[in-house]
């Protein structure tokens, strides 16, 4: 058995295509489609980290502050309107153990459980393994957010385990549920994905 390789890179600032969907890197332009996506349904930020925004000015400060991060965020865009329906980001970067998690995830309402938001994800997961060469593609979510869960296990994500007590999120405790693709696992998904 050969010695495991690290990845070729971080993700850098660059354009997915796919045929609905594309992911760009996020900036104050899409802030105003964002911000529309989170009043139609504020309660999707319930297991997020942050409230839903009050205003443009708000996500565009949100955008600002995750552009200065070590997480590389992108806006999700339907290319059939041109209006970015939400956003994911690259998280838990690491290379040099070709590791690297989808989070942040913020899907709006015209997004969530439609090929937008199934093609958004493997977009993400084709470009980690066939791209840049990651041999581990993660996916957290609060443990008593049943649809993040179900989601991670539709898209062929395997459950890995719970950190109890992971974090005080709103005044809550989190427990926190880890999910994981593997690079020996990624074939027969990208094709069932295809």
């Known amino acids: 058995m050969s010695a495991p390789l690290p990845a070729r890179s971080a993700p850098q600032p660059i354009v997915l295509e796919g045929r609905y969907a594309r992911l760009e890197p996020i900036g104050r332009q899409h802030a105003a489609d964002i911000y529309a996506a989170s009043v139609k349904e ?8 942050s409230h839903a925004p009050q205003s443009v000015a708000e996500v565009e400060s949100r ?3 995750a552009n200065a991060g070590p997480d590389r965020y992108v806006a999700v865009i339907d290319k059939a309107t041109g209006r970015a329906l939400g956003q994911q980001g690259w998280m838990r970067i690491f290379p040099e153990h070709a590791s690297i998690e989808i989070g942040g995830v913020f899907w709006g309402p015209d997004m ?3 090929r937008i938001a199934t093609e ?6 084709r470009h980690a393994f066939d791209d840049l060469g990651y041999r581990r593609f ?3 979510c609060n443990n008593r957010n049943e649809g993040s869960k179900a989601a991670a296990r539709r898209f062929g994500f395997q459950y890995e385990g719970l950190f109890r007590q992971d974090r005080i999120v709103k005044g809550e405790n ?3 549920a880890w999910f994981s693709i593997i690079d020996g696992e990624w074939p027969a998904l990208r094709a069932e994905y295809e």
């Open 42 to 49: 504020p309660e999707r930020y319930r297991w997020l980290f």
């Open 63 to 65: 955008i600002d502050e």
């Open 112 to 114: 969530a459980r439609t």
């Open 120 to 125: 958004a994800l493997f977009l993400f997961a």
């Open 138 to 140: 993660e996916w957290k």
């Open 174 to 176: 989190r427990d926190t």
